[in-house]
């Protein structure tokens, strides 16, 4: 009788790491990618006759498109343009994924293990992939808050996960110990899932080199207490515009720090390389490359991929590599991130001068958000303060629960910032009476 895969991945991740094997969700323990078409066109790779896919080719692998997508996508080189039109991996082009690796890894010590990174369909289908493996029915989720609205879909919606929120700053500081306090009620031992997004969205906000300190020691201690898996977003990585605040994402820091810290890495090219419309994002785990788990992990990967969206987009994953293998990319990066310095540097400007008693920004130092507090004293509804700056002040912003408004400074000029604070200064003044 032939072997269970899923059983056969279990017990390659349970003995590389039995707190990752503990912490997968019950559809985690189940996935395994199935022996089928896609699995059985990726060993016909290669071979003289393939007749195994079901895409349109002129019989020797090259792809037969419309003239006119094809003409649209004349920039790219011959090669290029052909995978660009043809179906990629479920897992990924490799040479994506390779450049990728390169790229998230600039600066990182080889002794660092982490894995090839697979392809998803943009962030959110990543960290939905991530609740998927390692949520499920009444699984802790520890977020610091305010945080971005999605997670609760992805986790809690779609999974039945429990997620606990902890306010993410105390007296005006950074709480390095949000995420276990979001967990103290939670019985030792019972597995958990915690989401750290640096930079932060809705807040702009990274940590200080001593809070990052301060937040791995808070980590590693709760990993003393139960299996804890740390979902590391990365989305708005790189994006840093204070000295003080280090640019590398916190998931290499993570690694191999306690047998029960299992730390995931969710990022993509959507923010770090300005590609939104490209919706390629990637998903690395904290174990060897070529290592059974690894490998295990792509299956159970590739088999929920699989079931819902298909494979990535391949046009998208080629222009992207396009960006990567350009020899001055890192400095075509770093201009946009001085743009957004830019602007950063004027909304804070900006700010300094409003009324306390009307806006209370929170502290922000990165990535393309702001986060202004309503003072409770004022009785204001986020959400009516927004209607009546679109409605009065020809003005948008996002509410957030009940006391904030968010401001993307990323979408808006540096010189139209002041005159963006006045107005939502303004209109909360009139609401206020």
Known sequence: ??????????????????????????????????????????????????????????????????????????????????????YSPVEGIPEVRQAWRSWQRRGVSDAVASTLPLVTVGLSHGLSLVADLFAGEGRPVAV?????????????????????????????????????????????GEPAVAILNLPSNPGGYSLTREERREVVAALVAEAGRRPLLVVCDDAYLGLVYEDDVPRESLFWELVGRHPNLAPVKVDGATKELSFFGGRVGFLTFAVAPDSEAAAALESKVKCLARATLGSPVATSQMLLLQGLEAADAA??????????????????????GVDPALLRPLPFNSGCFA???????????????????????????????????????????????????????????????
Not at 19 to 32: K, V
Not at 34 to 59: E, M
């Open 1 to 86: 009788m032939a072997s269970d895969p899923a059983a056969v991945a279990n017990a390659a991740i349970a003995a590389a790491s039995p707190a990752l094997a503990a912490l997968l969700s019950p559809l985690g323990r189940r996935a395994a990618f199935p022996p089928d078409i896609p699995f059985q066109a990726a060993q016909a790779r290669g071979k003289t006759f393939n007749g195994t896919i079901g895409q349109i080719t002129d019989g020797r692998g090259q792809a037969v498109p419309v003239p006119a997508l094809a003409a649209a996508l004349a920039g790219l080189p011959e090669a290029a343009r052909n995978r660009a039109l043809l």
């Open 144 to 188: 610091p808050a305010p945080f971005w609205g999605n997670y609760r879909v992805a986790f809690a919606l779609r999974t039945g996960a429990r997620v606990l929120a902890a306010p993410a700053f105390r007296d005006g500081q950074y709480d390095c110990r949000a995420i276990p306090r979001a967990l103290a009620e939670v019985a030792p």
């Open 331 to 352: 400095a075509q990066v770093e201009r946009i991130r001085l743009l957004l310095a830019e602007r950063y540097r004027a909304l804070r400007q900006a700010l300094a």
């Open 371 to 433: 986060l202004l507090e309503l003072p409770v004293e004022l009785g204001l509804a986020a959400d009516r303060v927004r209607l009546h700056l679109l409605a009065h002040h020809d003005t948008g912003l996002v509410s957030i629960g009940d006391s904030y408004l968010r401001i993307a400074f990323c979408s808006v000029a540096a010189a139209a910032l002041p005159e963006m604070v006045r107005r939502v200064e303004r209109g909360v003044a009139e609401l206020a009476g």
